[in-house]
Every structure is written in structure tokens, then in C-alpha cells.
């Protein structure tokens, strides 16, 4: 009899920590995004999102999942299942990570592609790595990055980054409030960069991140 009542206070609490949660959160969607670094796509669409007034209540971010591919797409459906599992399940999973090097890229973009429910998880990838967005602040360009010497296709994006900010290191925390004035160019550049590389089959460069940003943009359209 005592073990039945404590399940079942048990239970009255975590129905209530849920009740509690669900009553903080603004009516629009739960979100959560799964960036692969600890520091410069976390510290990018945190910028955005208090930019945007958005509930931190309804928009999750983390790097706390590694920096492969795989680890960012295992992680982030572990992080569903806990959440659908406590009744409260994400309405949208974006999962950001770059080609760059990894060897696990594809194995992630497959496994997004057969997860299920469908439409809940999508990839937000950035070839050759997320400084390509940064890049399209300033710059369109549809030049393919190539490793030389001792520099990854990563460094390369970089070098020319630094270009129009010489200061730029990964991590950098005020990169978003840096870049927000030139926000819709880079998602025009992104979009146009997109199309030219699907009409050449070569994903080298492009980037999704500007649909991610839009989907923060008018997360709240509906309401």
C-alpha cells in the first residue's frame, strides 16, 4: 500500500513539473537544435534567438553531443525520445553540422532522412563548415573550398572570413550581433548558393542554415 501511494504521488509531481513547464512556454513550438560545436553554433542561434524574443522556454539550444555528425543526430533523437517520453515531445529537431571532414556526415543525413515521426528532424548542414554562412554576410560565392598544405577546406573558409573579420575565431560570441544588419543578405546569398549548387550536383559550397533562421523568423506567424 505505501510503495502504490508513493508511485502514484510520484507520478501527481511529475504531471505536475510538466503542467508547470508547459505553462511557461509561449503557444508557439518547442524547438530544439543540436549544433555540432560547443561554441559557435550554439553562441549564433542563442544571439538569434534573443534577438527574435523568442522563449527560451519554447527554444532549445545545445552543443553538448560531440562534433561528429552522427553524434549530433544520435543525440538529438535521444533528447526526443526522453521529452516524448515525459508527454511533451518536440514539435521540430534541427539537427546543424558541417561536411567539413567527417567521415560520418552521410551515415547522419540517412539517418535523418529514415527517422521517424516524419518531419520532425532536419538536417541543417553546411558544406564545407558554418563559416560559409558567416562568409555570405559579406560575400556570394559559389567557388568550390579545397584543403592545401597544412589548411582544411574548413581553414580555407575561415582565411577568407577573415577578410571582413580579421578578428574572427571560432567561438567568437559576438559574431551574430556583428553580422544581424546584414541578415537577409546572407539568407539571399544562401538561397541563390543552394539552387546553383543543386543545378551542378555539387554541394560544394552551400549552406541550409538560412531556413533554419527563417523558420525562427516566423515561428510565430501562425498565432
Not at 68 to 97: N, T, W
Request: aromatic share 10%; with cysteine.
Amino acid at each position: 500500500m505505501g510503495t502504490d501511494n508513493l508511485h502514484h504521488k510520484r507520478k501527481a509531481r511529475q504531471g505536475s513539473d510538466l503542467a508547470r513547464k508547459k505553462a511557461k512556454r509561449a503557444s508557439y513550438a518547442k524547438v530544439l537544435i543540436v549544433c555540432e560545436g560547443e561554441k559557435t553554433e550554439p553562441n549564433y542561434f542563442e544571439a538569434l534567438k534573443d534577438h527574435l524574443a523568442l522563449n527560451s522556454a519554447n527554444i532549445y539550444v545545445t552543443g553538448e553531443c560531440g562534433s561528429s555528425p552522427l553524434s549530433i543526430v544520435e543525440y538529438a533523437m535521444q533528447r526526443y525520445r526522453d521529452e516524448q517520453h515525459a508527454g511533451d515531445p518536440f514539435d521540430k529537431v534541427f539537427c546543424v553540422f558541417d561536411r567539413d571532414a567527417h567521415d560520418t556526415y552521410q551515415q547522419a543525413l540517412d539517418k535523418i532522412a529514415a527517422a521517424k515521426p516524419k518531419d520532425i528532424f532536419v538536417a541543417i548542414t553546411s558544406v564545407p563548415c558554418f563559416e560559409y554562412w558567416l562568409l555570405l554576410h559579406f560575400d556570394y560565392t559559389t567557388a568550390p573550398f579545397r584543403a592545401a598544405g597544412t589548411k582544411s577546406t574548413g581553414d580555407r573558409v575561415a582565411d577568407k572570413l577573415r577578410k571582413y573579420i580579421p578578428d574572427y575565431q571560432k567561438g567568437d560570441g559576438s559574431v551574430f550581433d556583428r553580422l544581424v544588419d546584414q541578415l537577409p543578405r546572407a539568407k539571399a546569398h544562401a538561397s541563390k548558393a543552394l539552387i546553383y549548387a543543386k543545378a551542378n550536383n555539387s554541394d560544394n559550397p552551400s549552406t541550409h542554415v538560412h531556413e533554419l533562421v527563417e523558420y525562427l523568423q516566423n515561428i510565430r506567424a501562425d498565432l
